[in-house]
């Protein structure tokens, strides 16, 4: 009985001490690599999808962003860190062909058709991409000497785009780099019309590709409750679960990065997000 009483005791002081640990202010940090899975509630421009013969439905989900993370303590039990990564996920399809001889009848239901059976079907793809770079700000609780509890915030900048690549064939690296509109000779570009007296719009001639890219920067706001695990003197584990909220408003979309979209929509990039991070450091 006393063998039990003492034990008893015994266990029951060291118990406390963790749950009491640190009595006093602490140092430390980490970095390390940190990818963030976000189930987003939607992807800016995947219904606009639909009309190019892509399914939205497949892009990745949830998300993933690859970055790294890192964090230092600056006084009592508050610490400062920054987040910084970017994520992809692409579509893809080669539709069928059928072409008809536009008779200028309304619509080519009302033409005959016929199925294309050569090589040249065009392939298209969508990527959307997001990339992310916050500082963090938290707020740590410890529970046990090696295990943490924190909760806190990242604020900074995000960038979301939708690049559109449309291709009728193989490229080539002299074509690369060909002018799409004329000749361009001593900085001046030759265009040939069919009436130079009333010329037509200038538009591309024959190319193998089309590409577009829609773009739009924003202010990013994401609260988490993480918890943090140092189970090696020098490495550990951190796991973050949190809310990503951030709004591009509407005419913020830009087109191949430079010419403003005036009628662009207001868009939300907002999910539940789910970060793990392996670390070196305190």
Not at 67 to 88: D, K, L, N, Q, S
Not at 105 to 128: C, L, R, V
């Amino acid at each position: 009985m006393k063998n039990i009483f003492f034990l008893f005791t015994i266990n029951f002081s060291i118990l406390f001490g963790q749950f009491s640990y640190p009595a006093e202010d602490f140092l430390g940090g980490g970095i390390g690599y940190s990818p963030m899975y976000i189930k987003l509630e939607s992807i800016p421009g995947a219904d606009s999808l639909v009309n190019l013969g892509l399914d939205p439905n497949n892009f990745a989900d949830p998300f993933v962003v690859h970055g790294g993370e890192g964090f230092a303590h600056v006084t009592g039990r508050w610490r400062i860190g920054g987040y910084a990564g970017m994520g992809g996920s692409s579509i893809s399809t080669i539709p069928t062909i059928k072409v008809y001889v536009d008779t200028e009848a309304e619509g080519w239901q009302s033409e005959e058709t016929q199925d294309y059976t050569d090589d040249f079907n065009p392939s298209i793809k969508a990527k959307f991409s997001f990339l992310l770079g916050a500082a963090s700000v938290e707020y740590v609780m410890p529970l046990l000497q090696d295990l943490e509890l924190s909760s806190g915030a990242l604020m900074g900048l995000g960038r979301v785009g939708m690049a559109i690549d449309q291709q009728s064939g193989n490229p080539r690296w002299d074509k690369v780099f060909s002018n799409a509109y004329g000749t361009m000779t001593d900085g001046v570009l030759y265009y040939p019309v069919l009436d130079i007296n009333n010329p037509d719009d200038i538009i591309p001639g024959k190319v193998a590709g089309l590409q577009r890219d829609v773009s739009a920067i924003f202010f990013n706001f994401q609260p988490y409750i993480a918890v943090k695990w140092q189970f090696l003197e020098r490495l550990g584990l951190r796991i973050s679960v949190g809310a990503n909220k951030g709004t591009v408003n509407a005419g913020s979309w830009k087109l191949n990065g430079r010419t403003p979209i005036s009628d662009s929509p207001k868009s939300s990039i907002s999910g539940i997000t789910f970060r793990t991070m392996l670390y070196i450091g305190l």
